[in-house]
């Protein structure tokens, strides 16, 4: 009768109610679980109601932040990490959403779902089942700012392609090529300016939330950037003030953390964004650190001034430089700094800007990402061809992708698939360079612009002894073949450094461009 | 009559006494006051006399440490850093030693004088008088434990030489080409292995300390290595254990911060001291911070493995790597990560070892050098020419340079000490690392091995307009020859990244390698 009586109180007082319907009782693993409440609509639910929930599975306790959706929604999503019944129980400043409890199976991953992915081998990645996940990236800065068509026919481009990654933005853009009003705002108000920065709006994120599940379905991870300098205060997003910002960010991480395929990128440029202060950059690292239950990779990129990537809460170098990957003696560098995966989010782009840093030709940028992959890091696409028809050029708005690099990084990735799980590491850094792969099992000789017709069988001693054998096939990395290499070599001690082949072969080339060899020992 | 019974008393008990009449009156700034005290010798007075003096002069107070020289000489050592009268006194756990009161008065310093070196302009260094220091530094191990006659010559090589900076380790070296047993051991004890660590030898400081002087007043500075791997538990230098490895760095600092000359590096290829940790480097470094009350420049040399320079004791990053300056465009990047002066201490050597690391052309290791000042960062030289008739590598002990490089770098000197008081900075980091210099003023165009016939004016556009007179020179920078350019070049806007000749102008060059351009606006 108490109870009952308290139900008729809270139906009365809230309108609140569990709906228990809408909670599935079995999700994957690595999948969300969405439990949805109903709850208080009277004062700023936003910033007035707190809402957790805490998940468990015997000794393992994870508390997820929920939010509020509209329209009394609340809910709390949550990625279970392990299979089997997890139990809940809700926490809340508002009784109707407080002490709610219940449990959930969640069930093996199925075949494409591998889980987020983490950091692998100091300097690489693999998903949370260990498979390696090897990023070939690519950027549309706001692409979900577009239009259902437009945003579609990136899915369709996406799902053609070869790329694993893609980077956004959350806040709309406003820089050439893409000066239009986006669809959706992210807070309540008025555009341009008139915003209530305590009140998120919901069907911004929604929508997000839709691009981020699709990119998901696709195998593609989202490196979704949370601040850019692209405002210039037109709308007043990249100025917001602390309090505003923490608020912001603390709202999207109780949002997006439970999809698996989610990065963080604190910023793009963020030293181009001349109110803040590296003491904020560092304050918002933190904060989407402790306000992510599932640790999800976080990084941030910049414009001229690198980042301090040894920070603790960075788990991997997002790198912009025009010049690194010019040669792999020089993208190699950071990997020492920094001992965490390198990850080149901005080398200039394939495209015919009259800009020097969107006009880069497509041999030029396959050439950047081969050094890149030789280097032990790895290389993002750009692309920013001018179409006169509609003025989509990818790098911001999606569409089509014009150029003939994303075929060559196709290629580049089926390399990659089939490299060591340990990753490629540079074999002989201050030597040379142009040697990846694991020392005595595996090597990429990438002879970049250079155009040898032979290659005397030579390869840095680490790991090896006499009597080892290697076979080679000739990658054409533009051309995009794999040449087997008749017969076999065996390694024989020539000095204090190499090993060459016992009977002095070499290996006939031929005499092109963008020439790798692939050398892998013999079973 | 009570104060001379305690006179009387202190006498009789611990013979100790003022030395007065070694405590000279007048000392220049950034030269050394020495208080010299004589006290217990009972116990051990290394680890049981606490001593301090504070200097005062105003509102400035700096306490220095006191250290005891053996046979009941304590000495405190203090580089005033500004002119003008200083009071002191001590304070100590024995009485004699506490309490003793003095004044002194430094004077303005003389010509050669120009106080220890800081960082300045971010990137580079300058002296405490604001004279820009540009650091053209050598490197020979052990020279100080080779015995009078060789350590004179090596500072007669010195005098003759354009270096104005050497790396030494304080502890002997046990390595290829230096194994015999060094003149003192820093320690206590019997060789090779039987040391007392809490008992210091004051002769081997005493040695070290003449030394260091004597560099000081040939204006080099000694860049002074406090551990190494080159022991190997020969002596055990390399595995004392924390108590006694602090113990040790707080009496060297104690003895030698009063000399303006000093940088601390931590350790030469820290890395290979298996015996340590990153968090015992980090706690090194912030003992020699926190003792030394003039901070001195404070650095560590890797051997693989660089350091994480971003911590904030290290002022700037000593850096070996073998390849970083084979081209401008490598050199520079880590500049960008530490946002402090890059010093590249090891990056190979000129000589004929039968090691790579150590047979480099003379032509290469000026090349280095070009590379690394083009890229605004500092190149050390080395050699190790292999010498029959006596073993002595430069590199290892001193002597004599035998090499062709130490002549070129005088000439990279010279330029140097004429470039901008900002120093030299990457002019268009990404596009072009072969400009060094400071925009709109003064640019060093860097043509390395290429050998180009002429050069078509153009410059980017940083600090440019229309109408700007330049100058040029062509520096060959192996002949050591400047040639004038005739005539002037004017500024005229190319494009949206470069300027040009108004008339289209060109250079004719020699067609050799290892030529540069000095290009200056003229007044």
Chains 1, 2 share one sequence.
């Not at 329209?71 to 019944?85: I, N, Q």
């Not at 839709?210 to 007043?236: C, M, S």
């Not at 950071?334 to 840093?357: A, S």
């Amino acid at each position: 009768m108490i109870a009952r009586s308290l139900f008729a109180f809270l139906l009365l007082a809230f309108t609140a109610s569990v709906a228990s319907a809408a909670a599935p009782t079995r999700v994957e693993q690595w999948s969300i679980f969405e439990l949805n409440l109903n709850g208080p609509t009277t004062g700023n639910p936003f910033i007035d109601v707190e809402l957790t929930a805490q998940f468990s599975q015997g000794a393992t306790h994870i508390t997820a932040t929920g939010f509020y959706d509209g329209a009394g929604h609340y809910r709390v999503r949550f990625m279970p990490e392990k299979p089997g019944e997890w139990t809940f129980i809700t926490h809340s400043n508002r009784p109707a959403l407080d002490g709610q409890t219940g449990s959930f199976v969640a069930t093996p991953p199925t075949a494409r779902n591998h889980g987020p992915v983490r950091v692998a081998h100091t300097y690489h990645f693999a998903y949370a089942d260990s498979l390696p996940y090897r990023p070939v990236g690519t950027t549309a800065y706001a692409w979900t700012h577009q239009g259902d068509a437009l945003e579609e026919q990136t899915l369709r481009t996406l799902a053609a392609s070869a790329f694993n990654k893609i980077r956004l933005c959350v806040f709309p853009k406003n820089y050439d090529w893409n000066k239009h009003e986006p669809v959706f705002y992210p807070f309540a108000g008025t555009p341009p300016t008139k915003w209530d920065f305590t009140k998120f709006n919901p069907a911004f994120f929604r929508h997000l939330e839709q691009r981020i599940a699709q990119l998901r379905d696709l195998g593609i991870e989202a490196d979704i950037i949370l601040f850019h300098p692209y405002d210039k205060g037109r709308w007043g997003f990249d100025r917001m003030g602390a309090a505003n910002d923490d608020r912001y960010l603390r709202y999207v991480v109780a949002r997006l953390a439970a999809y698996r395929n989610v990065w963080w990128s604190l910023a793009n440029e963020y030293d181009f964004m001349k109110e803040k202060t590296e003491a904020d950059w560092d304050r918002f690292g933190r904060i989407v650190q402790q306000s992510d239950p599932y640790a999800h990779l976080r990084s941030i990129h910049n414009g001229t001034l690198i980042y301090n990537h040894t920070q603790s809460w960075v788990t991997h170098a997002s790198i912009q430089n025009g010049g690194a990957v010019e040669e792999p003696g020089r993208a190699q560098l950071y990997r020492d700094v920094y001992r965490k995966p390198i990850v080149y989010d901005e080398v200039k782009y394939e495209g015919d800007l009259p800009r020097r840093w969107g006009n880069l030709s497509a041999e030029d940028m396959v050439f950047r990402c081969w050094n890149g992959l030789i280097a032990g890091t790895y290389v993002g696409h750009g692309e920013t061809y001018l179409h006169p028809a509609d003025d989509i050029l990818w790098w911001a708005k999606g569409g089509v992708l014009r150029g003939q690099s994303p075929a060559r990084l196709a290629f580049l990735s089926q390399v990659l698939e089939a490299a060591p799980t340990a990753g490629i590491d540079p074999i002989d850094k201050w030597q040379d360079p142009r040697f990846g792969g694991q020392p005595g099992d595996y090597y990429l000789l990438y002879f970049g612009k250079e155009q040898p017709s032979s290659w005397r069988f030579e390869l840095p001693k680490n790991k090896l002894a006499d009597g080892l054998v290697f076979q080679i096939e000739i990658l054409d990395t533009w051309a995009m073949t794999v040449t087997p290499v008749p017969g076999t070599f065996i390694t024989k001690k020539k000095d204090d450094y190499l090993f060459e082949d016992a009977a002095g072969k070499s290996v006939a080339l031929p005499a092109k461009p963008y020439v790798a060899l692939r050398i892998r020992r013999s079973p």
